[in-house]
């Protein structure tokens, strides 16, 4: 077994590794991981990490993943976010099966093993206030100062602590710490919080409780009481865990799970935190928890990203103990693999320019073959409309070219893809001076845009699409929502980059697109998706992605001008 990730066989990691001596070893039968996500936000691109982990685990060892709320803060957790998370996962394409759980549901037992912790003489109940502890508590150099409450006998804890929970003091009154260790190394072990007062109303159980388990007291026990195996977090939390093994030590748990630590993702340019995230959310700088621009799973899958790209990108980063910041551009990559493959081809035009074909028959209409798809034989093709007026991309004309120019420009000649050779003849401009209309002959002989018995050779093959057939829609271009690669999470009003949204008000489409429901690809532009808002009146698309890795540069560019 190797250690090296470079010599790794996809697929594989150092958790994996552990799992499979694990089971090689005998200790358990069952592998059971779980995603254990605090409901307070929607889940972005770093907790796909986690999830295709977890569950990507109990999958390929034939054990389980539970899906567990982390529901301990009633202040910031909603309903809401329970229900999108949920569709997240699913989306993913994970099953948790009948194993949906709440850190909630383990309340009364949690709460019955702190009383046991105050009968052993191991947890205790102080008054000093908030500020009183953090300057008790030392810093990573100092040791910290005991409590003058942390000798209290276990009769006055036992008595404060039912007090506490039947609700006769205010918020932050008191709390229930671990009777520990003050002078201990480790920050965590310094007689942790484990009961806070909040007089709050939760999700689930309502006004039952007015003191809340802190996480680390909630989190450890209630992955032993759903005897999970392989507690799988992100490495802030490797100092946590021998506090976590101090609670399986210290109480009379079912089960002892191992917890093990792992880097967390970080894409450049990103900020991956709920926190941030719902402020953008809040204040307005985004439309929704799903505005395409967001790293929310939500904000993915409404830009067109399909689950199976998300899946593949989270493939190729891998897992391991080393912090790093991956290039948003392996995003694009993985995204643009799986819709190469699976989007169908249409034409689109989001700039259009018009196209008189001087020598093409008034009135006339022919339907041109389309390819569905060049590498899938299967997906058939379709008729697209040829007459005498046509779009094509502004983009694609230039009435003084530079010498590489090798699309349309006076006297030149393309390659109308599907349809006919085409020669700009002349150009129509309007009272400023721009080009509005161009005047165009074709050649009747390059029919499906095939070369002519002459054999001549055009340079450039465009897009188009009928004047009269096509459909106008909107097109929403997406760039990165902050301007600087490592944005400043404090400051990230002054980060956002206001060119992030380009609206294109009246594109063209060929017809076909006003039925498509899949994600496509709009030739020579990218990859494209129905946005949720787009109905047979209105059609929206999203750009997913663009074609190449140029991608970046170019919505920059767009942007910027
Ligand atoms: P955030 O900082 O965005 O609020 P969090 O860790 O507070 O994230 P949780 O709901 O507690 O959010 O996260 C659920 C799980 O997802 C945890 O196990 C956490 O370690 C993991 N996770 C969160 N962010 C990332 C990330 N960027 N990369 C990998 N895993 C992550
Ligand atoms: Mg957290």
């Known amino acids: 077994m190797t250690t090296d990730n470079t010599s790794r066989e996809p697929g594989s990691d150092f958790i994996r590794d552990i799992v499979q001596a694990d089971i090689a070893a005998g200790k358990q039968k069952t592998v059971v991981t779980r995603f254990p996500p605090e409901p307070n936000g929607y889940l972005h691109i770093g907790h796909a990490k986690s999830i295709c982990l977890n569950f990507g685990i109990a999958e390929e060892f034939g054990g389980r993943c539970h899906l567990r709320m982390d529901d301990t803060n009633p202040t910031k957790e909603e309903q809401l976010y329970i229900d999108a998370i949920q569709d997240d996962v699913r989306w993913l394409g994970f099953d948790w099966g009948r194993h949906f759980h709440h850190a909630s549901d383990y309340f009364e037992q949690l709460y019955a093993w702190a009383e046991g912790l105050i009968e052993a003489g191991r947890a205790y109940v102080d008054d000093q206030s908030p500020d009183e502890m953090r300057a008790a508590r030392g810093t990573l150099t100092e040791p910290g100062r005991d409590s003058p409450f942390r000798n209290r006998s276990v009769a006055e804890n036992l008595d404060l602590f039912r007090r506490m929970r039947s609700g006769e003091f205010p918020n932050g009154a008191r709390v229930l710490r671990a009777k520990i260790d003050m002078t201990s190394g480790n920050i965590n072990l310094r007689d942790p919080v484990l009961y806070r007062i909040l007089h709050a109303t939760h999700p689930r159980t309502g006004d039952n409780w007015c003191i809340y388990p802190s996480y680390d007291y909630a989190h450890g026990q209630s992955d032993a009481l759903e005897g999970v195996t392989h507690s799988i977090c992100t490495l802030e939390f490797e100092d946590h865990r021998p506090l976590y093994d101090w609670f399986l030590d210290n109480l009379p748990v079912p089960a002892k799970p191992r917890q093990y630590e792992f880097a967390r993702l970080n894409i450049t340019g990103m900020i991956l935190s709920k926190r941030v995230l719902t402020q953008l959310v809040r204040d307005g700088h985004v439309a929704s928890w799903d505005d395409p621009r967001m790293p929310t799973i939500a904000g993915l899958r409404r830009r067109g990203v399909p689950a ?77 409309a040829f007459s005498r007026e046509i779009y094509i991309e502004q983009e694609d004309f230039m009435e003084n070219p530079p010498k590489k120019f090798f699309r349309l420009s006076p006297g030149s000649e393309v390659r109308l893809r599907y349809a006919y050779f085409l020669t700009c003849k002349s150009v129509v401009k309007n009272d400023k001076g721009e080009v509005v209309e161009l005047r165009c002959t074709y050649d009747p002989a390059t029919r499906g845009g095939n070369t002519p018995p002459d054999g001549r050779k055009v340079k450039a093959t465009l897009h188009w699409v009928s004047a009269a057939d096509s459909v106008k829609a909107e097109v929403r271009l997406y760039g990165p929502l902050f301007k600087s690669e490592s944005p400043d999470p404090g400051n990230f009003a002054a980060e956002l980059d206001p060119g992030s949204l380009e609206v294109i008000h009246e594109a063209r489409l060929e017809p076909a697109l006003a039925k498509d429901t899949a994600p496509v690809q709009f030739e020579r532009l990218g990859y494209f998706c129905p946005d949720k808002e787009s109905h047979p009146g209105a059609l929206v698309f999203n750009r997913t992605v663009g074609l190449r890795d140029t991608f970046a540069k170019e919505v920059k560019g767009a942007v910027k001008k």
């Open 308 to 384: 199976a790209a998300l899946r593949d990108f989270v493939k190729r980063i891998g897992v391991s103990k080393a912090n790093s910041i991956v290039d948003p551009g392996m995003l694009d990559f993985s995204i643009r693999e799986v819709l190469n493959k699976t989007a169908q081809r249409r034409m689109a035009v989001l700039k259009p320019l018009k196209i008189v074909i001087e020598n093409y028959p008034d009135g006339q209409t022919e339907e041109m073959e389309a390819v569905n798809h060049p590498e899938d034989t299967t997906a058939g093709s379709r008729k697209v």
